[in-house]
């Protein structure tokens, strides 16, 4: 019923940016929080940015000044603009919904929809 399609990931040089998308479908983003995650290899999956439903925003200190999680209510669509890209932020994005937990910053169980994931890869 619920899905979350990420889109927008690729690769690019260091200092570049990217804006990331996530169509979401089942369920109403406006009424719902919303984050982006990220994975990188050999690592675990962190949170990068998250939206309350007052739409607070959360950003991890590694992205905070280049990173922006934003919404747009009519195309029930969450982004992430990416700017000063770094090779650290190369990973695997998710967009998630569906917290089950008031507390913020987020871990990874509190969300029970996840998207497939898109690359993003920052060469030196």
């Known amino acids: 019923q619920v899905s979350l399609v990420e889109s927008g990931g690729g690769l690019v040089q260091s200092g570049g940016s990217l804006r990331l998308s996530c169509a979401v479908s089942g369920i109403i983003v406006s009424r719902n929080a919303m984050a982006w995650y990220r994975q990188a290899p050999g690592k675990q999956r962190a949170l990068v940015a998250s939206?309350?439903?007052?739409?607070?925003?959360y950003y991890a200190d590694s992205v905070k000044g280049r990173f922006t999680i934003s919404s747009d209510n009519a195309k029930n669509m969450v982004f992430l603009q990416m700017n000063v890209l770094k090779p650290e932020d190369t990973a695997v994005y998710y967009c998630?919904?569906?917290?089950?937990?008031?507390?913020?910053?987020?871990?990874?169980?509190?969300?029970?929809?996840w998207g497939q994931g898109t690359q993003v890869t920052i060469s030196s």
């Open positions: 939206l309350s439903t007052g739409r607070k925003v």
């Open positions: 998630a919904t569906d917290c089950l937990s008031p507390g913020w910053p987020t871990v990874v169980t509190d969300w029970s929809y």
